[in-house]
């Protein structure tokens, strides 16, 4: 599974962009697909995380009732919805693929090459 990212920049405060994961292959559907992301000088964490289906999904606190993580599984591709930005939110996203639907990292097998997102103040 090969991911491409797309969908960073520089935004103010209070924002939004929309992230969009695109996916190789025609296996996208098995897959749970995670955002993650990190900041200059912190490592990277978790941010969200959809289930193949869709039905299942998770949220890091820090971004909860901001964020939307959503799939179409017909044109392969994952979404990270942020709105409200805060400049804490400035760091590169990753979108992830796993067999599982998880929080770790360490459950992720295939990467994309990562976003990056500004929010000035």
């Known amino acids: 599974v090969q991911l491409v990212e797309s969908g960073g920049g520089l935004v103010q405060a209070g924002g939004s962009l929309r992230l969009s994961c695109a996916a190789s292959?025609?296996?996208?559907?098995?897959?749970?697909m995670g955002w993650f992301r990190q900041a200059p000088g912190k490592e990277r964490e978790f941010v969200a995380a959809i289930s193949g289906s869709g039905g299942s999904r998770y949220y890091a606190d820090s971004v909860k009732e901001r964020f939307t993580i959503s799939r179409d599984n017909v044109e392969n591709t994952a979404y990270l919805q942020t709105n409200s930005l805060k400049p804490e939110d400035t760091a590169v996203y990753y979108c992830a693929a796993s067999r599982s639907l998880s929080t770790w990292q360490k459950n992720y097998d295939y990467w994309g090459q990562g976003t990056q997102v500004t929010v000035s103040s």
């Open positions: 292959g025609r296996t996208f559907s098995i897959y749970a």
